[in-house]
């Protein structure tokens, strides 16, 4: 099984496929896969950042308990 790509290399794919599609050597179609593949990019930074949201209200949660 493939190791899912950290929200850091996300970005860094997503910048590099916005400096692409803001170069002029890029057809139509090319920018369409680029496209589709910074949406994929993007639900999955998305999904990344919920996760660790909800760990950090589950730890507020209990740190809260400890009186701390």
């Known amino acids: 099984m493939a190791k899912q790509a950290g929200i850091e290399e ?3 794919k997503l910048d590099e496929i916005i400096a692409a599609l803001e170069g002029a050597d890029v057809t139509l179609e090319q920018s369409f896969k680029m496209y589709n593949e910074g949406i994929k990019l993007v639900k999955s930074c998305n999904a990344q950042l919920d996760k660790v949201e909800k ?3 589950i730890l507020g949660e209990h740190g809260e308990d400890d009186g701390i």
């Open 10 to 12: 996300n970005f860094e």
């Open 55 to 57: 760990q950090m209200i």
